[in-house]
């Protein structure tokens, strides 16, 4: 029997999604644009880290990058994929009934 279409590509999208560092990234690139520089300032994380976390969303196709200067500046891609994290979230922040 074979599997429903996109489930593989649906659970490569839950592995990337699978990181608190990436969500917050996506959820911080989601209420505006940001540079490298920005995202490092306001998470803590190291700018090798930010970058690397960046380079798999971009992969995914979950952000997009804009060079301005010698910045890149990232923003949503896949707005739809806010809904799936803002949902997640939701979800987990509701009493258990």
Known sequence: MD??????????????????????????????????????EV???SQPLVSQHLRTLRQAGLVAATRQGKEMTYEIAAQHV???????????LEPAG
């Open 3 to 40: 599997m429903e279409p996109g489930l593989t590509q649906a659970a490569q999208l839950f592995k990337v999604l699978g990181s608190e560092s990436r969500l917050w990234l996506l959820r911080l690139i989601g209420e505006e644009p940001r540079t490298v520089g920005a995202l490092t």
């Open 43 to 45: 998470t803590g994380m």
């Open 82 to 92: 806010t809904h799936v994290v803002d949902d997640a979230l939701t979800h987990v």
